[in-house]
């Protein structure tokens, strides 16, 4: 259906719809809405795509301002700033500078997460993970570069066809990463296929990606892609 | 007092580039409209500092404004857009993620500007109803009958584009 010269989804109006996903509703009447989507299929599937849009957006604007080229040109502003600011401990410093200074392969990463995580589990599921979307979507970033770093050694060190087992500090996240095997992309540049199971809070996904080594432990990923059936859009 | 100002400038600079960028579609422009908004912070003498975030916000967006209406900057930037993309590594870090990312871009991208700005005022930045509508100096309800316009247009070429 065409959500665009709609008045309603599923009988309810939209910009009710969209006061609850904008957090403008009362507590109180927040869960009514919510009690109501529990129910309605049509309306609990607008307001997780419109949700899903939302961290989307904001993921493909920070994507690009990540840039090798968008850095060098925010350099100048940064410097200035940094002139102009009284002395800041360092601690508190990283804490400010957060999203948009993180790898864009992090990002990437984080994306497809967010694209397949939607497609698990049935549509009132669906709606329970939405609501804790913003926390979700910090957890994963930690544990995606958790996972990160442990594909990195797995693809140094672990032969093909071994399965190793691997889980996060916290314990959240568990995966069983595999090597499939070795490529040799030219001028002595190695690549590996290797395919993952990760578990994060009792979601389940098996990924299959190459990654290629760029230096000792440190391995870029090129591609990176769902298998699960039920995950295709 | 201007070093304070700069504190709180470099703490809401992430999101004041994402919300120029969001506007213009362009990493140069957005960084000059950061640039200039922030050498007015410099020129206001403080008189905003008890909302200067949402200060801020306005200042980008008129800028923004201004830009467009000025002269044919539009063209300009596109070419300076042209070359940026020109100058991306290639494969290295395009996973089809990233390529994923670059069609929302492009869905934001073709949003009427008067719907684009709320969009990115509250979905991506998180500001009430009553806030976006005072940043934007617009009524409430045009700011929720916008929100709903931008927002079912997205999800309907979202829908399309996957299918």
């Known amino acids: 259906m065409k959500f665009v010269d709609s008045r309603q989804v599923g009988g309810i109006e939209i910009e009710l719809l969209n006061s609850y996903i904008d957090g403008q509703l009362e507590h109180r009447s927040r869960a009514e809405i919510e009690e109501i989507l529990r129910l309605n299929a049509e309306a609990s599937n607008y307001v997780v795509q419109a949700k899903k849009l939302n961290a989307l957006t904001r993921l493909s604007l920070d994507s690009a301002l990540a840039t090798p080229d968008a850095r060098e040109l925010q350099a100048p502003l940064n410097r200035r700033l940094d002139h102009a600011q009284p002395e800041i401990p360092a601690a508190e410093r990283r804490v400010s500078r957060a999203f948009w200074e993180r790898p864009l392969i992090a990002i990437a990463a984080s994306v497809l997460l967010l694209l397949s995580g939607y497609h698990l589990g049935t549509l009132s599921l669906e709606y329970e993970v939405e609501r804790q979307l913003t926390a979700r979507e910090q957890q994963r970033v930690h544990a995606l570069d958790a996972l990160a770093e442990a594909r990195n050694r797995v693809l140094e060190y672990i032969p093909s066809g071994t399965i190793h087992d691997w889980s996060s500090g916290d314990g959240l996240t568990q995966a069983k990463l595999t090597p499939i095997r070795t490529l040799r992309a030219g001028d002595n540049q190695y690549c590996r296929e290797f395919q993952e199971h990760v578990s994060f809070q009792g979601r389940e996904e098996l990924l299959r990606g190459i990654s290629c080594r760029v230096a000792k432990e440190q391995w870029r990923t090129r591609f990176i892609l769902p298998q699960n059936e039920s995950l295709k859009m | ?163």
């Open chain 2, 1 to 163: 007092m201007r070093e304070e100002w700069s504190a709180q400038f470099a703490e809401c600079l992430p999101k004041l580039r994402r919300f120029a960028y969001g506007l213009c579609g362009s990493v140069v422009m957005a960084e000059d409209l950061a640039q200039e908004a922030f050498t007015r912070l410099l020129a206001t003498d403080g008189e905003q500092h008890e909302y200067l975030e949402r200060w801020l916000f306005r200042t980008v967006r008129n800028l923004y404004i201004d830009q467009i209406r000025k002269l044919n900057v539009q063209e300009r930037y596109q070419e300076s857009i042209g070359a940026l993309h020109g100058s991306l590594p290639v494969t290295a870090d395009r996973s089809e993620n990233l390529i994923a990312l670059e069609h929302i871009r492009e869905l934001i991208a073709q949003l009427p500007r008067e719907q684009r700005e709320v969009l990115l005022l509250v979905g991506v930045e998180g500001y009430s109803y009553r806030e976006a509508s005072e940043i934007l100096n617009l009524p409430l309800g045009t700011i929720t009958s916008r929100l709903a316009r931008a927002r079912g247009k997205l999800i309907d070429a979202y829908a399309e584009q996957l299918s």
